[in-house]
């Protein structure tokens, strides 16, 4: 497993899932990331910073945010 830092880009609160740009990387983008229901959903606000866990690296879809911050 490897965190990664990241930008929320947009969040889907029916699905609780995300789309996050990684940092580091202009073209790479996770879409339909799953967000940890601990989160509320009130604190997904594009911009804001996220820690996005990745089980997989060769499937960069394999991934969850684990924490938002500013």
Do not use: C, H
């Amino acid at each position: 497993m490897d965190v990664r830092s990241g930008v929320l880009k947009a969040f889907d609160g029916a699905s609780y899932t995300a789309t996050v740009q990684l940092t580091g990387s202009l073209a790479q983008w996770l879409r339909t990331v799953p967000v940890s229901r601990g989160i509320a959903s009130g604190e997904m606000t594009a911009g804001r910073k996220v820690a996005v866990a990745v089980f997989d690296a060769s499937n960069p879809a394999d991934a969850v945010v684990v924490a938002v911050w500013t």
